[in-house]
């Protein structure tokens, strides 16, 4: 079941994210939630972070695991993630910080990494809830449009549009994105308990039409969403414009 809500603006619709996110983390505060990167998700961060500071959010029983990460680059690194996160969010509230998982993108041995990650996944008891931006590509995380996709997480050659979508975190210099990254499979996505995807802006609003209405395929990931037993999707007016 795909529940679709539209708001004024993308402040709005990362005011509503964030109050399902809290909801849920009242109702259960060892909760384990997959985490997106992107712009997008910074404006719910921010109501995330501004929650806590009231007092109203308590994140220290969370766990958390984020998407997806660029390969070969170190822990810490300008433009990872990581440093994303630390950034937006884990060093601004309590969560603790070995209860936040990022996957590795300076390991040694890539399969390793990503084998102990979807282990870790396992061990945590499954994501209870996935919070999701959407590539305009179609991309989810970064399973990138193809003829085929990747169920668990692995490695992934990112396209060009990507690396240029990313630009921003490497000082508009996309040459200087990492070209592969490593990636939650859609298949370790899709086995979350609950979906919050979230898209603002015009610029998304053709693809965010053809995820949710267009046929479900490999060619757009963020279509196999329609499969899911409930996903809840916020757009501000802008991004729902072609529904
Ligand atoms: C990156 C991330 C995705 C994210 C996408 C959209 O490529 N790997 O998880 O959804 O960017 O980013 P933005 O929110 O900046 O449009």
Do not use: C
Request: aromatic share 6%; charged share 20%.
């Amino acid at each position: 079941m795909m529940q679709i809500t539209t708001y004024a603006t993308a402040e709005r619709a990362a005011g509503a994210a964030a109050r399902l996110v809290l909801n849920r983390l009242t109702d259960r505060p060892d909760i384990v939630i997959g985490l997106p990167t992107g712009s997008t998700p910074v404006p719910l961060y921010r109501a995330l972070v501004r929650a806590y500071t009231r007092g109203v959010a308590d994140f220290s029983q969370a766990t958390t695991f984020n998407l997806d990460e660029f390969l070969g680059l170190a822990r810490g690194a300008v433009g990872s993630y990581r440093t994303f996160m630390e950034t937006h969010l884990f060093t601004q509230v309590n969560l603790h910080p070995r209860r936040a998982h990022v996957l590795d993108g300076a390991a040694h041995d890539w399969k390793r990494e990503v084998a102990r990650y979807e282990a870790q996944i396992a061990q945590a008891g499954g994501l209870d809830l996935v919070i999701l931006g959407i590539g305009r590509n179609g991309h989810l995380g970064f399973n990138e449009p193809g003829p085929t996709l990747a169920a668990r997480t692995h490695r992934v050659v990112l396209k060009p549009e990507t690396r240029r979508a990313n630009a921003g975190l490497f000082g508009g210099r996309w040459r200087d994105v990492p070209r592969e990254a490593l990636s939650m499979g859609i298949g370790t996505i899709l086995s979350a308990r609950e979906v919050v995807l979230i898209a603002t802006g015009g610029a998304k609003s053709r693809i965010v039409a053809r995820a949710l209405h267009g046929p479900v395929t490999t060619r757009v990931p963020a279509s196999l969403l329609q499969m899911h037993p409930h996903v809840t999707v916020v757009l501000d007016r802008d991004a729902a414009s072609q529904l």
